[in-house]
C-alpha cells in the first residue's frame, strides 16, 4: 500500500488502474468483461459492493463499498486473475497492469450519485461515444 493508505471497511472509495504503458487492451469488447467478471466475483465474495464501474480502453475506475480486506488485497487479486484470464485468451504473456492504483476514499457528505455518474461518462467525455448507452463496458446500480 501507498505510504499514508488506510482502508476502512464499509468505507467508500473510487479505483483507478491503468494497463502497463495504457495499452489500449479493453478496446476488445471480450477481454473487458474480464475484468467486469472480477468485479462480480468480489461481490459475490462479499469482499466489496461494486457500485459503479466503467472499464475503459486502457483505465478502468471502479467505485466500491469495502467490506473486508484491504485496498491492496482487493487490487491485486482483481488484477492478477484477470491478467491471466485475458492473457490466456488473447495469447498475451507478461504484465497486463501497470504496478499499484489510485484510490480516493469518499466523505460520507460526497455526493455518490454524482461520483457514478462521473465514473459511468467517461466514454463520453473521451469521445468514444456520443451516447452512454453505446458503450458497453459500464454499470452503477443507480442508473
Known amino acids: 500500500m501507498r505510504i499514508g493508505r ?4 464499509n468505507r467508500i472509495y473510487l479505483l483507478t488502474a ?21 468485479f462480480r466475483e468480489v461481490q459475490e465474495q462479499g469482499i466489496a459492493d461494486s457500485l459503479a464501474f466503467v472499464v475503459m480502453p486502457d483505465h478502468v475506475h471502479w467505485l466500491i463499498r469495502l467490506h473486508r ?6 487490487m491485486c487479486r482483481v488484477k492478477s486473475l484477470s491478467a491471466k484470464e485475458i492473457n490466456e485468451a488473447a495469447g498475451r504473456v507478461g504484465s497486463l497492469w501497470q504496478k499499484g492504483f489510485h484510490d ?11 461520483m457514478a455518474r462521473y465514473v459511468v461518462a467517461n466514454p463520453l467525455r473521451a469521445g468514444l461515444v456520443k451516447r452512454l448507452g453505446d458503450y458497453p463496458l459500464w454499470d452503477a446500480i443507480w442508473l
Not at 488506510?6 to 471497511?9: D, L, S
Open 69 to 74: 480486506g484491504s485496498l491492496g488485497q482487493l
Open 104 to 114: 480516493r476514499a469518499l466523505r460520507q457528505e460526497d455526493d455518490l450519485v454524482f
Open 18 to 38: 491503468n494497463t502497463l504503458e495504457r495499452e489500449p487492451v479493453f478496446e476488445n469488447y471480450g477481454l473487458g468483461r474480464v475484468v467486469i467478471h472480477q
Open 6 to 9: 488506510y482502508a476502512e471497511e
